[in-house]
């Protein structure tokens, strides 16, 4: 192994974004050391998270250069680069790799600050019940999103095609969250149906059991 994938460790908390990169990591079969935190202490200014990442976001990655990366895209792409044989992104020149990266960015820039604006409302609206119709709103406009994206695939039997690729991945986190689980088995079959199909992926079982366990 190079000598730049040794030594990581990722800042997480239990059932956060941080699990995409768990898995990916996993899936790849690289070492590195976790640190689990309390969602109420992410942002604790003498705490762990916001030495290395002032944003105090999960996931956040450090390298043992002492260099951070954070936004799950970003890693995304870099472990795909690293490790390019392990088809999670697919190669450059392949049909499938416009596609998985209009989608990767879909999903980080248009469906997570869904997730943003809707947990943390009073960052942008200090009016308890302004910030209350945020979330609502957030929260309606993400099922909008989800069935529009529910629409416009046919999984065969993964997301791009017969090779699964961190697209899953994020399915399998992603619906999780809100609207969770039995929205998506009842609006977003083929979507659910991914999510499903990732839970039973061996490499992984330690890290859903990690994250999403009751
Ligand atoms: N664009 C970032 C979003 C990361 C993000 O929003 N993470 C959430 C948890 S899933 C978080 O850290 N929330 C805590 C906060 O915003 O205070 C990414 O894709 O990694």
New binding site residues.
């Given amino acids: 192994m190079a000598d730049h994938l040794a030594g990581m460790t990722l800042f997480g908390?239990k059932g956060?974004?941080s699990a995409i990169i768990e898995a990916l990591l996993a899936i790849l079969d690289l070492p590195y050391a976790r640190r689990y935190l309390d969602w109420d202490s992410?942002?604790d200014p003498s705490g762990p998270l916001s030495k290395v990442n002032p944003a105090?976001?999960?996931?956040t990655l450090l390298l043992q250069d002492g260099s951070v990366m954070?936004?799950?895209?970003a890693i995304t792409l870099w472990l795909g680069a690293e490790r390019p044989e392990s088809g999670l992104v697919p190669l450059v020149g392949t049909p499938e790799h416009p596609e998985f990266l209009r989608r990767l960015i879909w999903l980080?820039a248009s469906v997570?600050p869904t997730?943003?604006y809707g947990?943390?409302p009073e960052r942008w609206l200090k009016n308890e019940a302004a910030a209350q119709a945020l979330r609502t709103a957030t929260d309606k406009r993400r099922e909008v999103m989800w069935q529009q994206f529910e629409a416009a695939i046919t999984p065969a039997p993964w997301l791009l095609g017969d090779a699964m690729t961190a697209l899953d991945i994020y399915m399998a986190v992603m619906t999780h969250w809100r609207p969770r689980r039995d929205w998506f088995e009842e609006n977003c079959p083929k979507l659910f149906g991914i999510a499903k199909r990732v839970d039973t992926i061996p490499e992984l079982k330690e890290v859903w059991e990690r994250n999403f366990a009751p």
Avoid: Q
């Fill in positions: 908390a956060g974004g992410l942002h105090c976001e999960i996931p954070t936004e799950s895209a980080v997570y997730f943003s947990d943390h």
